[in-house]
């Protein structure tokens, strides 16, 4: 059975952010299609909306690559292991892309550290947060960084965040289909 799921906002990339849009999952958990909800297209009776921003999942590079090269991590990334992160610390932009390391991929470990990044993260926006733990991760890890038509994965949504500001509260958190 096809699943449905809407939200506000789907980041199929950090240069494809997509406003109002449903994605289609297979039993697999492959994304069939992905529709808008404005376009006049009837959406299906079974579509869950949910306020927040949808995305592909996080990728650890510890996890994945524990003998990744940091040096070249940090050559070509703002690269964050936010396991080591100093409490009170707030990180910088750069002119390099942003890259958070949770050491995990475990949805329940990640929502107890992101209350503790909305101060760090001051400076970045949701769609800057989401794209350094799930597009970077997956570019430097050579695999799938975007949300799009046979994507086959986890999916989360990212939700208590603020949409006016598209800014993380202490009360974001994310959740996976």
């Known amino acids: 059975m096809h699943r449905f799921i809407a939200s506000q906002y789907v980041f199929c990339s950090p240069f494809q952010i997509l406003k109002r849009m449903a994605v289609e999952l297979d039993e697999e958990h492959t ?12 959406e299906s009776a079974q579509t869950l909306f949910f306020d927040g921003v949808l995305s592909i999942g996080i990728l650890s590079i510890t996890k994945n690559n524990p ?10 990334y703002n690269y964050i292991n936010v396991t080591t992160l100093q409490p009170n ?16 991929e475990n949805t329940a470990e990640i929502n107890q550290i992101l209350p503790l990044l909305t101060s760090a993260l001051v400076d970045f ?12 991760p997956a570019l430097f ?23 006016i500001t598209k800014k993380t509260t202490r009360h974001t958190r994310i959740r996976q289909f």
């Open 31 to 42: 994304v069939c299609q992905l529709f808008s909800l404005d376009a006049g297209n009837v």
């Open 67 to 76: 003998s990744a090269n940091l040096i070249q991590l940090a050559e070509n």
């Open 89 to 104: 610390r707030q990180i910088q932009a750069t002119d390099k892309p942003l890259l958070l390391d949770f050491g995990s």
């Open 125 to 136: 926006s949701v769609f800057d947060i989401i794209a350094a733990c799930t597009y970077y």
């Open 141 to 163: 890890l050579v695999t799938s960084s975007t949300l799009a038509v046979n994507y086959k994965s986890k999916i989360l949504l990212w939700e208590n965040i603020d949409l």
